[in-house]
């Protein structure tokens, strides 16, 4: 079982950065990759960043060289470094532990209780 808990969340500017942690609890955690999405309101959850546990990553384009996934196995946390913050960057971020193979991210039923990112523009 795996257990994930997201902090960092916050109201930053149109322009700013912003910093995310997923600290994670469980023997499971490592061997697992690590996944970033993120639901506004009235939209669906969407894709954001995944990480494999040897660094491997990938992106939405929509966050494409602004965003930056990394994790710190020896922590058991992941992270999310997020930059140049638009206001429909605005949503509640979750964390997931997944799969990662042939470059793209798979989740898994493991999921954070998320944590708000507000834009303000």
């Known amino acids: 079982q795996v257990q994930l808990v997201e902090s960092g969340g916050g109201l930053v500017q149109a322009g700013g950065s912003l910093g995310l942690s997923c600290a994670a609890s469980?023997?499971?955690?490592?061997?697992?990759?690590i996944g970033w999405y993120r639901q506004a309101p009235g939209k669906q959850r969407e894709f954001i960043a995944g990480?494999?546990?040897?660094?491997?990553?990938n992106y939405a384009d929509s966050v494409k060289g602004r965003f930056t996934i990394s994790r710190d196995n020896a922590k058991n946390t992941g992270y999310l470094q997020m930059t140049s913050l638009k206001p429909e960057d605005t949503a509640v971020y979750y964390c997931?532990?997944?799969?990662?193979?042939?470059?793209?991210?798979?989740?898994?039923?493991?999921w954070g209780q998320g944590t708000q990112v507000t834009v303000s523009s």
């Open positions: 990480i494999s546990r040897g660094g491997s990553t």
């Open positions: 469980g023997s499971a955690f490592r061997f697992n990759a």
């Open positions: 997931n532990a997944g799969e990662f193979y042939s470059g793209s991210y798979y989740p898994r039923n493991y």
